[in-house]
């Protein structure tokens, strides 16, 4: 199979693996209500020019930031069916890489000679990255599920076999079974000259498909199984020691704050009584205990899937320390990017999203704290004629942020791949 040329956009790419492309563009923008505080906030700051911002003004321009990214787009990109069948129907992996067109649409500008996956998950983000950049030279992918780090490698290196026609010599593949926390320390050990200086970062946070099918690894609310969720087997720390053996507020703060689940108290309070009767040690029982409970059964069956989803959700990301990595390692991922270089990240919960959203706007807001007068332009200058995705900008002193709201699935996408429908993508650019 030959790689098609390195100008060749990933849309024709995108569309033999998965789209039928449509003409760019996303639904009509609705912030009245966010334009018109900027747009008050952009003249009274005009009226009071001064050498060095006030620290009033320097909240002010914060909190502007913070009206710019609020809400969300949706993508516009169609699937078509029969392609998506035809390359996911009988995916023995049984994952579907979500927002894959539009991944590849942030990085279709880019010189993207240095690229890292930190979510490996089945590979199929990579994989359509790698073949749509033929100019890339080093590539590194992280994961700490062993299961998935193997299939990653197979897909990735299948990619590269079937392009035996083009020459990837020059290619470096690393794929690293290890978390992305490390990033900076995993770059500088493969190659120190390579960080900072990466083109392109991808962290897509959702859990793949294969490890939700795994009744054994516990993250099902439908298929009984071990309380586990670790997506690192080699971790210690299982769902089912937390419902048993932590302290009683510790697992009462996990589920009000990491499930936001308003009935937390009262579920925390049946937990702890099973403890007195055997405890909880499968994914039946857990589930058993909040279907029965009379508070979510007059809910039907979506009343108590939503609640067990909540609280698993929760026991997820205590597990696996998630929303703390996350923190601890946008800005890592940041940093090991050079100029022009993107990172790109596809939440999938609120509690996810807000961490990213924030994060996005420290950076931009650094240049506020010490001292520079920021101007948040919705300009999108030389974005506009290459890159019809973007729509608004909020500008930094040290980045972009390419996704004023954040990017949502297609309407399409959701229909075929319901697993979706939650996801956020969200871009920042290293000036």
């Known amino acids: 199979m030959a790689f098609p040329a390195a100008s060749a956009s990933a849309k024709s790419i995108?569309?033999?693996?998965?789209?039928?492309?449509?003409?760019?563009?996303f639904s009509p923008a609705r912030f009245s209500a966010s334009a018109t505080a900027s747009s008050a906030l952009r003249n009274k700051g005009k009226s009071k020019i001064k050498s060095e911002p006030s620290q009033k003004q320097k909240q002010k321009q914060k909190q502007k930031a913070e009206?710019?990214?609020k809400r969300r787009t949706r993508s516009d990109r169609?699937?078509?069916e029969d392609v998506f069948s035809k390359h996911y129907g009988d995916d023995t992996s049984g994952h579907v890489p979500v927002m894959l067109g539009e991944v590849l649409d942030a990085?279709?500008?880019v010189n993207l000679k240095s690229f890292v996956d930190c979510t490996l998950g089945a590979g199929g983000h990579s994989a359509a990255i790698i073949q749509a950049h033929p100019e890339m030279e080093f590539y590194v992918g992280f994961d700490v599920d062993p299961v998935a780090h193997q299939i990653a490698q197979d897909k990735i290196n299948n990619v590269l076999d079937k392009d035996s026609g083009h020459s990837r010599t020059h290619l470096q593949v690393h794929t690293l079974l290890k978390n992305f926390k490390s990033i900076k320390t995993a770059l500088h050990d493969i190659d120190e000259n390579r960080s900072p200086g990466i083109q392109g970062i991808l962290m897509d946070l959702g859990m793949s498909s294969m490890q939700v099918n795994n009744a054994e690894r516990g993250f099902s609310v439908l298929c009984d199984g071990p309380l586990d969720m670790r997506m690192n087997?080699?971790?210690?720390?299982?769902?089912?020691?937390?419902l048993n053996l932590w302290p009683d507020a510790e697992l009462g703060r996990i589920l009000r704050d990491y499930g936001e689940e308003s009935n937390?108290?009262?579920?925390?309070?049946?937990?702890?009584?099973?403890?007195?009767?055997?405890g909880l040690h499968t994914t039946r029982q857990l589930v058993d205990l909040i279907r029965n409970s009379s508070s979510w059964a007059r809910g039907g069956r979506q009343g108590w899937i939503k609640t067990a989803t909540r609280v698993f959700q929760a026991l997820r990301i205590a597990v696996n320390d998630e929303l703390n990595t996350l923190k601890d390692s946008i800005n890592s991922c940041f940093d090991s990017l050079g100029p022009g270089g993107r990172l790109a990240v596809i939440s999938f919960h609120?509690?996810?999203?807000?961490i990213v959203k924030q994060a996005f706007l420290d950076i931009i807001n650094r240049s506020a704290d010490e001292g520079k007068d920021l101007n948040h332009s919705e300009k999108l200058d030389s974005y506009k004629e290459k890159e019809v995705w973007i729509k608004q900008i909020v500008r930094g002193q040290d980045a972009n942020v390419?996704?004023?709201?954040?990017?949502t699935p297609s309407e399409s996408e959701e229909r075929l791949n319901p697993r979706s429908r939650s996801a956020k993508l969200r871009v920042i650019e290293k000036v």
Do not use: C, M, Y
Request: aromatic share 8%; glycine share 2%; net charge positive.
């Open 14 to 25: 995108f569309k033999k693996l998965l789209l039928i492309n449509s003409p760019q563009k």
């Open 67 to 69: 009206l710019l990214v």
């Open 78 to 80: 169609e699937l078509d």
């Open 107 to 109: 990085f279709a500008t």
């Open 233 to 242: 087997p080699q971790a210690s720390l299982k769902a089912e020691d937390i």
């Open 264 to 278: 937390w108290f009262t579920l925390h309070k049946r937990i702890v009584r099973a403890r007195s009767t055997g």
């Open 350 to 354: 609120s509690l996810e999203d807000r």
């Open 402 to 407: 390419l996704t004023k709201r954040p990017v």
